[in-house]
């Protein structure tokens, strides 16, 4: 298997942001959305999100770098160890025994070199004894490998908490409950729904992306929103319909509202870790018509067009 860094395409000393801007190049070519007849770039769609999970993780790349963990992110054996047998080769040990050369003199039928082993091994060799899987008990078996996948949710339903589905790389479509508190790389844990391995399969780990939205942004668990409205809403009041991520309400607009003010709409913004909700805080936009004549002959003949809103600031 390619190495991690080989599969996105970067060198190994790339940083994060590089790291990240080539996963969603390859992700974005690669989703199974848009090869849906293309099973190759499905399996190429898991490796390269596998490989990203683990270089976007310090840790998990840290351990990657040193060699403690493989492309899958598992533990390697120690040492080499692992290779089977006693012949010579990386792990191994070269030579043989009596009459070959380099070997060991057993000295006679019947030697014992269990002694030697385990002053090199501390006593591995007479607890365990040579196999497969080197020296001293052997490992127990493994779960199958996680599978990575990235999620990308709409902007009011991570604020309303709406559940998703996710399509996993076998084709099976699972619901998903969104976690209170979810926010940008909120990582949710399928178990059992990875790759499979003698000791079970592994797990699916589901990053979420939550979309931006064109007029909404989030600041915390607060939603805020530019509202404009017009004129004669500002200087005599009104109620309006404003968008909230639970859909349109109604809101009252006090009599000589301006650009600025700010009003307050409980309970409309995103859930807290604790459970509770956080508000829609929306801020009024005063639009004027352009090339308007009534409006123009009305300001030119206003008493009050000589006021100067700008005093308090001292110019």
Known sequence: MADLYSQLGVARGASEADIKKAYRKLAKEL????????????ERFTRVTGAYDILSDK?????????????DGNPKMPFGFGQGGTGAGPGGFGGGFRGQRGGFDMGGEGADISD?????????????????GGFGRQAPPQKGADIAYRLAVPFEDAAALKEQRV????????????????????????AGQGQAGPAGPGDAIVTIAIQPHRFFRRDGDTVRLDLPISLDEAVAGAKVRVPTVDGPVMMSIQKGAT??????????????????????????????????ADLAAFVEGWKGKGRNPRGGLGV
């Not at 030697?116 to 497969?132: D, N, S």
């Not at 998903?176 to 990582?187: D, Q």
């Not at 650009?259 to 004027?288: P, W």
């Open 116 to 132: 030697l082993f385990e002053g090199l091994f501390g006593g591995a060799a007479r607890r365990g004894g040579f196999g497969g």
């Open 31 to 42: 989703h199974p959305d848009r090869n849906r007849d293309n099973p190759k770039a499905a």
């Open 167 to 190: 399509t996993l790389s076998g084709g099976k479509t699972v619901a998903i409950k969104l976690p209170k508190g979810v926010e940008e790389g909120t990582k949710i844990r399928l």
């Open 259 to 292: 650009s600025g003010n700010v009003l307050r709409l409980k309970g409309k913004g995103f859930h807290g870790k604790d459970g509770t909700r956080g508000d829609q805080l929306v801020t009024l936009m005063v639009d004027l018509p352009k090339d308007d």
């Open 59 to 71: 840790d998990k790349r840290a351990q990657y770098d040193r060699g403690e963990i493989d492309e």
